[in-house]
């Protein structure tokens, strides 16, 4: 999944307003920056092992639970930035194909090879972490100007990748 993963960072935001936007777009997003940190050190594999398997997301969210836990002390909130970081492996076995533990097989609906049911899965998560996101705004005039130019922003940069995977068979990942 592309950007449908800020959906989970908004729903997320619902969920514990007092942890920051940007924690939860970090969180939402740890197994790609995990690859992304493997890529500049030059040991990504395609097989993403390491970034998304079964064991390396669990570990992922037990490390940002207690670290987030202790720091601020609101058990709560590190229940819910653990739950966003694994939300991550739930909608990627949705969109793509992987790994689910050394030796295992790898999973997934692979719906990157049908665009428009990608854009529909992923505008949808969007569509609803922005209507939970909404809700946690302080009242104002026409507030829903600010959440609808944010969901377009959101919904046109899912499009543009979209539209690439019409015409490119993978987008490079590393
Ligand atoms: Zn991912």
Redesign the pocket.
Known sequence: ?YIGHVGAALAGKRARQNIGLVVLLIATYV??WVDTGLCLAGSFTPAEMLS?SIPAVLVFALAWFVVYGLRSEDWVGAGVLAGVILS?MFF?WITGEKPTWPGGTMIGLNLYAHPIADFIVEGTVIAIGGALYARTLPPRRRPWIDVSMMLGALLAMQLVIDVARMFLKSLPKC
Do not use: G, L, S
Request: glycine share 0%; net charge negative.
């Open positions: 999944m197994p790609d998304h991550h990627d």
